[in-house]
């Protein structure tokens, strides 16, 4: 229970430090499910987890039950947590399928919305700038997966379609597909083709950025079929 009329300095800096501690064991555990040191599919012990970062078992479940939130772990009961399998051949088609038919319309769209302060919010999403940022290559990775969730969320939502972007965020394609290799050309090519998009929406040229939108889709999709292998 919340002690909410209790909240003078000491207890607020208490909680600030737990929320910390929780975001920073969210993103270890992120990390290394987006880098496959934790696989697809495996058992996850809180105990484990508990060892591991030396942390009490509270921030641990807190973090388990946000990657339960964004799909990628998966609660069973009486049997606890697991990491959420990979997708499946028919699921991922499926996926790119439906990125194909919706993206490069929204970027298209998107183009006659954005004004300076929105193309800076791409910019900073598309990852371009930390390019050679953090040292944790896995770190790196992770960060990448989800800047590009937001990146490819922003597009959608400055193109007007909130039911579109439900459509997306709802199947976590990001933590989905970047999980389904740990290797740094997905990363580093996907950036050079952020910048053929940001380009095309810095010229306020719409048929640019669908098309630039529609070769990284299927650039992605290429470079990612080889898991299935
Ligand atoms: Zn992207």
Redesign the pocket.
């Known amino acids: 229970m919340q002690n909410a009329d209790l909240t003078e300095a000491p207890s607020t800096a208490r909680i600030q430090r737990a929320n910390s501690l929780a975001g920073d064991v969210y993103e270890a555990i992120f990390a290394q499910l987006m880098s496959l040191r934790i696989a697809p599919g495996s058992r996850i012990t809180v105990d484990n987890l508990v060892k591991e970062f030396n942390v009490s078992h509270t921030p641990i479940r807190e973090a388990l039950g946000r990657l339960e939130g964004e799909g990628l772990v998966l609660k069973t009961h009486l049997i606890g947590y697991r990491a959420a399998p990979q997708i499946t051949r028919r699921r991922f088609d499926e996926l790119y399928e439906l990125r194909l038919l919706l993206e490069p319309a929204a970027a298209a769209k998107a183009t006659a919305t954005l004004d300076d302060e929105r193309l800076t919010v791409l910019q900073e999403a598309a990852g371009v700038m930390a390019r050679r940022e953090g040292k944790d290559e896995r770190l790196r990775y992770s960060n990448f997966a989800r800047q590009?969730a937001i990146?490819?969320d922003k597009i959608v939502e400055f193109a007007q379609n909130e039911l579109i972007r439900e459509t997306l965020n709802h199947q976590h394609t990001h933590f989905h597909i970047f999980r389904l290799m740990y290797h740094s050309r997905v990363t580093e090519e996907?950036l050079d083709?952020?910048e053929a998009i940001l380009a095309a929406f810095s010229a306020g040229d719409p048929d640019a950025a669908e098309k630039a939108m529609r070769v990284?889709i299927e650039n992605?999709r290429d470079r990612l079929l080889p898991a299935f292998e």
Do not use: G, L, T
């Open positions: 590009d990146f490819h996907a083709e952020h990284h992605s």
